[in-house]
């Protein structure tokens, strides 16, 4: 589980349904979960998703696994807080206007969103611009400066935390300096 999810759920009580984007075998959508949280997760692996719901199957632990790209079929319903570890990174940069639109749609005014990404210059992704995502067949993920997510990100919310990974943290919590938390408050009021 994200060091940084952990201690957003310890901290903000209200939180009651969530969708995590990119989801994977599902380590995150299963700890919301595991706190009482009502969890859609999506990831468009269907290798993925099957050994998600096995996981959960086998623990007893109700967790909404979809399999499907995000940003091409309609995706509904309003959450208190969307979360996302590792896909924005993934993401052409032509996609990044998708991905903030579907945001907005399906986060609750004043939610929460949290992301976790690509850290430029940490032995990581490099950032690069757009031309050069296209022009060099760039397949790897895209890091990211802290500047840029700001710029992606504060037209549509307020910046609560961007920082680093934590280290030392117990091994059931990953924390890798590589990569960028966030979390986001909308800016639209309830």
């Known amino acids: 589980t994200d060091e940084n999810l952990v201690k957003f759920l310890n901290n903000e009580k209200s939180i009651k349904s969530t969708i995590e984007l990119g989801c994977g075998e599902g380590r995150n959508a299963i700890y919301m979960a595991q706190q009482g949280i009502s969890v859609t997760a999506y990831d468009i692996s269907s290798v993925a998703i099957e050994n998600a719901k096995k996981i959960v199957k086998d623990d ?4 909404n696994f979809i399999c499907q790209d995000v940003l091409k ?3 509904t319903g309003e ?4 979360y996302d570890s590792g896909m924005l990174h993934h993401l ?7 991905y903030i639109e579907l ?3 399906i986060l609750k005014p004043s939610g929460y969103f949290g992301l976790t990404c690509f850290a430029w210059g940490e032995d ?3 950032e690069v611009n757009d031309w050069e995502y296209y022009n060099h067949k760039f397949n790897a993920g895209v890091a990211f400066k802290k500047e840029r997510l700001i710029e992606l ?3 549509y919310f307020e910046v609560v935390e961007i920082r680093k990974y934590c280290n030392g943290v117990p091994n059931t919590i990953q924390g890798l300096q590589f990569m960028w938390v966030c979390l986001f408050k909308d800016k639209r009021t309830k």
């Open 103 to 105: 945001l907005q749609k």
């Open 79 to 82: 959450y208190d807080f969307v």
């Open 73 to 75: 079929k309609i995706v």
């Open 60 to 63: 007893n632990i109700n967790v």
């Open 92 to 98: 052409p940069p032509h996609r990044r206007i998708t």
């Open 124 to 126: 990581c992704a490099d």
């Open 153 to 155: 990100f504060s037209p």
